[in-house]
């Protein structure tokens, strides 16, 4: 079975090189440039990732639409796995995806690595130990 992957990402070259990353690791991965399209696909379709911005407007740095995604997913969606990818104040992002989910991995886009974010999409998806 092939894994669908959400991609909830602004800026087209994230969401380019987000979805050759993915689609390489043979996942089948649709794109969200914002709340409202992301909300969309939650709603049509089952997917098992999300890969989420936390900031879905790049000349509004306050925007924190992606973290109100990652809180519907969490809500709406408890066997979805999400990662949250970003290059925004780290403090602060940190501190807010703590508040929401502890568990939620994130990654820093000034630091990307593919091997290591691939690595991580397969660590949440690999059955831990009881």
């Known amino acids: 079975m092939t894994l669908h992957a959400l991609v909830v990402e602004d800026l087209r070259v994230w969401q380019e090189m987000l979805q050759e990353v993915l689609t390489d690791a043979r996942y089948r991965v649709s794109i969200a ?3 409202a399209s992301a909300l969309e696909a939650l709603s049509r379709e089952t997917f098992q990732l999300a ?12 925007n924190r639409d992606g973290l109100r995604i ?3 997913i969490l809500d709406k969606h408890p066997d979805m796995r999400s990662i949250v ?7 602060r992002i940190r501190r807010d995806v703590a508040e929401i989910s502890a568990k939620t991995p994130i990654l820093w886009k ?9 690595a991580l999409v397969r660590d949440l998806f690999t059955p831990k130990e009881a």
Do not use: G, M
């Open 85 to 91: 990818t970003t290059s925004s104040d780290p403090n």
């Open 70 to 72: 990652l809180r519907y």
């Open 33 to 35: 440039a914002d709340y």
């Open 110 to 118: 000034d630091e990307w690595d593919d091997d290591r974010f691939l």
């Open 51 to 62: 890969v989420i911005d936390p900031v879905l407007d790049d000349r509004n740095r306050h």
